[in-house]
């Protein structure tokens, strides 16, 4: 059983930066597909970022409303997903949320949260204006 645990958020002015850290415990987060979601209330959640595993080249993908703006990675070596979050509008206020997939997964897919098997108990980010 994986264990994923966020961390990083808080309260930040517009035009600033955080990065979140999703640490995992459990299973090595190279092997998975990796994923950033965020939620704000009364919306659904939604995808904000996505990386597949290393043996497949470590691929990238960006929801548009962040693109440019938020980068996913990951550490092998500290078994953790980052989400650096730079020039944050108020609108980016949400509970982030980590997840992970343990099988395989097309790149078409991966902003489905439908099928990530764990997920994060989810940091809270508040941009204010």
């Known amino acids: 059983q994986v264990q994923l645990v966020e961390s990083g958020g808080g309260l930040v002015q517009a035009g600033g930066s955080l990065r979140l850290s999703c640490a995992a415990s459990?299973?090595?987060?190279?092997?998975?597909?990796m994923a950033w979601f965020r939620q704000s209330p009364g919306k659904e959640r939604e995808f904000v970022a996505a990386?597949?595993?290393?043996?497949?080249?470590?691929?990238?993908l960006t929801a548009d409303s962040v693109k440019g703006r938020f980068t996913i990675s990951r550490d092998n070596a500290k078994n953790t997903v980052y989400l650096q979050m730079n020039t944050l509008k108020p609108e980016d206020t949400a509970v982030y949320y980590c997840?992970?997939?343990?099988?395989?997964?097309?790149?078409?897919?991966?902003?489905?949260?439908?099928?990530?098997?764990?997920w994060g108990q989810g940091t809270q980010v508040t941009v204010s204006s």
């Open positions: 459990g299973r090595t987060v190279a092997s998975y597909v």
């Open positions: 997840a992970a997939d343990f099988n395989s997964r097309d790149y078409v897919n991966l902003p489905t949260p439908l099928g990530y098997d764990a």
């Open positions: 990386i597949t595993t290393s043996w497949s080249g470590g691929r990238t």
